[in-house]
């Protein structure tokens, strides 16, 4: 089993920061691509950030500039430093990993239990 583990969600003022950290555990032999998602009340969860195992990066545009992924392939990690945040950008934000593992010749797809960020004054 592979598990991914959130932290770093907050209650922040607008133009404030947070860094979230996420980490994989379990038997794992490598992990692809990470990525974070985030899902505000109502809406349907949309892709924030992504990563490749090799460092190749790409946002999403309301995010650009503002926020930057990053990975620890030795730690099985990524990370999400978010900067000028807004309020729009309350949201539960989950982590996202496709898994090389073991038992299986695919990629697993694992997800995280999600973290709440809130941008408030």
């Known amino acids: 089993q592979v598990q991914l583990v959130e932290s770093g969600g907050d209650l922040v003022q607008p133009g404030g920061s947070l860094r979230l950290s996420c980490a994989a555990s379990?038997?794992?032999?490598?992990?692809?691509?990470m990525a974070w998602y985030r899902q505000a009340p109502g809406k349907e969860r949309e892709l924030v950030a992504v990563?490749?195992?090799?460092?190749?990066?790409n946002y999403a545009d309301s995010v650009k500039g503002r926020f930057t992924i990053s990975r620890d392939n030795a730690k099985n990690a990524v990370y999400l430093q978010m900067n000028s945040l807004r309020p729009e950008d309350t949201a539960v934000y989950y982590c996202?990993?496709?898994?090389?593992?073991?038992?299986?010749?695919?990629?697993?797809?694992?997800w995280g239990q999600g973290t709440l960020v809130t941008v408030s004054s």
């Open positions: 996202n990993a496709e898994a090389a593992v073991p038992w299986r010749s695919e990629l697993l797809e694992v």
């Open positions: 379990g038997i794992i032999v490598s992990i692809n691509g």
């Open positions: 990563i490749t195992r090799g460092g190749s990066t």
